[in-house]
C-alpha cells in the first residue's frame, strides 16, 4: 500500500495565486515527520518545510506553510504569492516512528507550472 | 549551512566498467547518509542507509555488490556501480543528516550516470 500518495500529477498555478499541493499518508506510527521537498529542472532537493506529528501548530517558512490534519492523515503544502521560480516537482515525505534511522519515504510528486 | 555537494554531476561510461560518485558534507558533520537512485518522471527510491564506520544497510531489492558504499569519514561516502551496465543508468542522489537537525535531510545535487 503506498504510504505517501500525493494524488496531483501536475498543477497549474497563475503568478502570484496560492496554491495548494496535496499529500495524504498513511502509518500507524505515533510518532513521525512529515516533509516537503522541491526539485527543479537541475535535479537538486530543496528542503522547504518539516511537520511533527506531535506538533500542534501547523509549520511555516516564508511562504510555505503546512496544512496539518492529523485525523484525515494529510498535510498539504500550501504556497502563498506564487513565483515564476516556484515552477518545479514537489514531493511530499514521511519519516516514520522513532527508528534513529531517518528514512524518508517519497510520495510520486507533483509537477507545479507557474503561469505569468 | 547544510551544503551537500557530489562529484561527479554528471558521467558517461562505458558497459562493464565501474563508476564511483563521491558526497560530502561540507560544512557539517554527518553520521548516517543516504543514497537514492531516481529514474525520469518517478520519485526517489532509498537504495541504502549508510552509516561512518560501518557497513551500509541495503533497502531490499539493491544489489549490495553492485552498489558497493563506503562511508569512510563523518563529511564523506562513496557509492561505487561496479560492472555498471545501461540499465543502471539513471540519477543518483546522495543526503545526509545534520547532527543539530536530525530531522532534517539535505540532499546533494545528484548526479547523472548513462552507461552506454
Known amino acids: 500500500a503506498q504510504k505517501i500518495t500525493q494524488t496531483q500529477p501536475g498543477m497549474f498555478v497563475q503568478e502570484k495565486e496560492a496554491v495548494t499541493l496535496d499529500c495524504t499518508y498513511d502509518?500507524?506510527?505515533?510518532?513521525?515527520?512529515l516533509f516537503w521537498y522541491k526539485q527543479p529542472s537541475s535535479g537538486e532537493m530543496i528542503f522547504l518545510i518539516y511537520q511533527g506529528s506531535y506538533d500542534e501548530q501547523n509549520a511555516t517558512e516564508g511562504r510555505y506553510s503546512l496544512n496539518f490534519q492529523k485525523a484525515r492523515k494529510s498535510a498539504n503544502l500550501v504556497i502563498s504569492a506564487s513565483q515564476l521560480g516556484d515552477s518545479a516537482m514537489y514531493f511530499c515525505?514521511?519519516?516514520?516512528?522513532?527508528?534513529?534511522?531517518?528514512?524518508?519515504?517519497f510520495g510520486s510528486g507533483t509537477r507545479l507550472l507557474v503561469r505569468p | 549551512g547544510a551544503v551537500v555537494s557530489q562529484h561527479p554531476s554528471r558521467v558517461i561510461c562505458k558497459s562493464g566498467t565501474s563508476v564511483k560518485i563521491e558526497c560530502r558534507s561540507l560544512d557539517f558533520q554527518a553520521t548516517t547518509m543516504f543514497w537514492y537512485r531516481q529514474f525520469p518522471k518517478q520519485s526517489l527510491m532509498l537504495m541504502a542507509t549508510?552509516?561512518?564506520?560501518?557497513?551500509?544497510?541495503?533497502e531490499q531489492g539493491v544489489e549490495k555488490d553492485k552498489f558497493l558504499i563506503n562511508h569512510a569519514s563523518l563529511t564523506l561516502s562513496t557509492l561505487t556501480v561496479t560492472s555498471a551496465h545501461p540499465e543502471d543508468s539513471s540519477f543518483y542522489i546522495c543526503?545526509?543528516?545534520?547532527?543539530?537537525?536530525?530531522?532534517?535531510?539535505?540532499f546533494g545535487p545528484g548526479t547523472r550516470l548513462l552507461v552506454l
Open positions: 549508510s552509516n561512518e564506520g560501518s557497513k551500509a544497510t541495503y
Open positions: 515525505a514521511m519519516r516514520e516512528g522513532e527508528d534513529s534511522s531517518y528514512k524518508l519515504i
Open positions: 502509518t500507524s506510527d505515533q510518532s513521525y515527520g
Open positions: 543526503s545526509a543528516v545534520a547532527g543539530w537537525n536530525q530531522e532534517t535531510q539535505y
